[in-house]
């Protein structure tokens, strides 16, 4: 089964979000923590408020990993996620941005809402890059199905880089961000960050 885990990630991680599509917006929650232990079926961690969770994994779990990336990673054509909270004039501030390796494109497309670590709700939007200016500090146009937003990165938000993983990169210390799937027993997806690396979305 682990072989399997990590060829779907592309088309699971964010799936739960793809279907955020109706008025109300419905809010994607994330699980977030650090590796405790890892079998064939299920995967332990500590969230990062000190609680124990144990989640199935199974053949259609979903594997990425995460890096560090700079902000120079981001360029027209590039598909990129990004955690914001809403402005007055209708852009998006980032919390973070993550570049998706080009095999993922299209991974979680659209505009919905999302739990920020903290826990407060803001958006996620998941799109291609067009146009990138430099005025009033960093600012990207995301097209995504549907429609685009104006997304400006503050210089202290965290750029990540995303590509397909494995399983075997789930050991123990690693930081993951992990997507339950509706019936909330088994993970979608689960995004593993690299050498330690804390995954920011």
Not at 11 to 26: I, K, Q
Not at 114 to 138: C, E, F, I, P
Not at 142 to 149: D, I, L, N, P, S
Request: charged fraction near 20%; aromatic fraction near 6%; charge should be negative.
């Amino acid at each position: 089964m682990k072989a399997a885990l990590s060829t779907t990630f592309g088309l699971l991680m964010f799936s739960a979000a793809v279907m955020a599509t109706a008025a109300d917006m419905p809010v994607v929650k994330p699980l977030r923590g650090t590796v405790e232990s890892v079998s064939d079926n299920t995967l332990t961690f500590t969230t990062r408020t000190g609680a124990h969770e144990t989640i199935g994994l199974t053949d259609k779990t979903g594997i990425a990993q995460v890096s560090k990336a700079e902000i120079d990673s981001i360029k027209p054509d590039s598909f990129v996620g990004s955690a914001a909270i809403p402005q007055a004039d209708g852009s998006l501030k980032a919390l973070e941005v993550t570049v998706f390796e080009s095999s993922l494109k299209g991974s979680g497309e659209g505009h919905y809402g999302w739990q920020n670590a903290d826990g407060s709700t803001g958006t996620m939007t998941n799109g291609t890059v067009g146009k990138l200016s430099n005025a009033n500090g960093r600012t990207l146009t995301v097209t995504y199905k549907g429609g685009e937003k104006q997304l400006v990165v503050p210089d202290d938000v965290p750029i990540a880089y995303v590509e397909p993983g494995k399983a075997d990169e789930l050991v123990k210390g690693a930081k993951v961000v992990v997507f339950p799937a509706e019936d909330g027993k088994n993970a979608r997806g689960i995004a593993v960050g690299k050498d330690g690396f804390q995954p920011p979305m």
